[in-house]
């Protein structure tokens, strides 16, 4: 409703009825009303068409960043193969140059210039710090030099690279042998020894090396565990044989060798080692008629036919021993005596006219009667005095001959020897 302020008339507006809304108007109005419900749907043609731009759009995109790529990563690969190959190139004149080094230190250890042949190992070792032989070579040129504990630096840095090898453990085992240190000689050879890396044949050797030096350290018991263990599983080597009986002899185990001297007899009766070996194991185990029955050839040496001859005379002159008739006992003791007149006439009075001790004189006297044979106590008194006359005798007339060697056994192995 409108009033006119002028005339103070009300005027009110005609509004037409939507009954009688025109024709052409309700046309418009529904049009625009679909117009409005279509726009709330995209257009899949435009969709489509937009979704492709954008997918040519990110191939070009990652195309080019493909091409970026491959490029960067060829100049990184060039780049990392020439530094390669240049290191490569350092690296292998730096091994050149540590063989040159090592081959002059060898020549200078050949002229027993150790300090030189040191400095030129270090050298070697400093250019090619892997190569194990230049640090062995190094702790022997200093260790020939006078200078045990740089050398043994050396090799303990290197061993904590390879705990294991035999090189090492065996440098270390025989530096430690050097100095006297007997506990860490015998260590490092059983790191050598029981070596992964270790051959039977090397561990025999390096076993035989370890008795060598329990042998020069008085380690007599230690010596003989050593070698009974190299005994297992021991091919059927003569030479092999030979070096461990031979041990086995020096070690104060006769026994045990006597047994490896036979196992070689075995296969080669007239084998001069293994014969004169068998000689000497029998004699210091005291079999001495073993030791008479083993027939030794015209080159054997004269410590082998020294030890028959006096073996021969114990078998022959001793009376004491069991399953002999009196008469026997008493021509034995008989025939020492004589031979203690025969030194006498020797070495101690005229041959002609010899001026007999008193005492020699009555040991003949008491050996007169023939029931001397049969009474033990009686007999062993005379021995007694044989062996004593016959330390006189050895002091006055000198080098004791093969009787008196006897005479000295006889004694020793009944217990009546004269003090």
């Given amino acids: 409703m409108l009033v006119n302020t002028v005339s103070g008339r009300v005027h009110v507006p005609h509004v037409a009825s939507p009954s009688v809304r025109s024709p052409a108007l309700a046309r418009k109005s529904a049009l625009r009303t679909k117009r409005g419900q279509l726009s709330r749907y995209p257009d899949p043609v435009w969709e489509f068409t937009g979704t492709a731009e954008r997918i040519l759009q990110l191939r070009r995109i990652v195309r080019r960043e493909t091409v970026r790529l491959a490029v960067l990563t060829t100049i990184a690969t060039g780049a990392f193969l020439g530094t390669r190959a240049l290191a490569l190139r350092a690296e292998h004149l730096a091994v050149e140059d540590a063989a040159a080094w090592y081959a002059r230190g060898q020549e200078y250890l050949a002229e027993s210039n150790f300090e030189a042949a040191a400095v030129a190992f270090r050298r070697a070792t400093m250019k090619n710090r892997g190569e194990r032989q230049y640090v062995l070579a190094l702790a022997e040129a200093l260790s020939r030099s006078g200078n045990p504990e740089p050398a043994t630096r050396a090799l303990l840095g290197l061993r904590e690279l390879i705990p294991e090898a035999v090189e090492v453990n065996l440098a270390l085992a025989r530096l430690a042998r050097a100095r ?221 001959t093969p009787v008196d060697q006897a005479l000295a056994i006889i004694a020793r192995s009944h217990g009546i020897d004269a003090p």
């Fill in 180 to 400: 006297g240190d007997s506990t860490e000689a015998i260590r490092y050879y059983h790191h050598a020894i029981y070596a992964p890396a270790a051959t039977a044949s090397s561990s025999r050797d390096l076993r035989f090396e370890l008795v060598e030096f329990l042998l020069e350290s008085d380690q007599q018991a230690r010596a003989v565990s050593e070698l009974i263990a190299a005994s297992i599983d021991l091919p059927d080597d003569p030479t092999v044989r030979l070096t461990l009986a031979d041990l086995f002899l020096r070690a104060g185990n006769p026994s045990r060798a006597a047994e490896q001297y036979q196992l070689v007899l075995r296969q080669d009766r007239a084998h001069l080692a293994a014969l004169e070996g068998a000689v000497r194991a029998a004699f210091e185990l005291g079999e001495y008629r073993n030791v008479v029955a083993y027939r030794l050839p015209n080159n054997a040496s004269a410590d082998a036919v020294a030890r028959v001859s006096v073996a021969r005379e114990v078998v022959a002159r001793d009376p004491l021993v069991t399953r002999l008739s009196a008469a026997e006992r008493r021509r034995r003791l008989l025939l020492n005596i004589a031979h203690l007149e025969s030194r006498w006439k020797t070495c101690g009075g005229a041959p002609e006219a010899p001026d007999y001790p008193e005492a020699l004189v009555e040991l003949r006297r008491a050996a007169r009667p023939a029931s001397i044979g049969r009474d033990t106590e009686a007999l062993e008194s005379a021995m007694i005095e044989v062996d004593r006359l016959r330390q006189e005798l050895e002091s006055l007339c000198g080098t004791a």
